[in-house]
């Protein structure tokens, strides 16, 4: 069992997925751990990645891409 289950959060995610009410979220940079919350946030049912903020637009394009 991952904490994801123990806290109910993934349950809750599933719920807001099904009712078309995702969690939106927007990233502040996009270097290396940027892209890696981009990708996770894409993974998960019930997350929409909204705005990614970077002074470097490249980079957010990349991030998207990976994900």
Known sequence: MTNVSLTGLARDLARRAAEGRPV???????GEMGTDLVTQGMLMPGIAVCAVSTRRPHTARDAIRIA
């Open 24 to 30: 939106r979220i927007g990233v502040i940079g996009s």
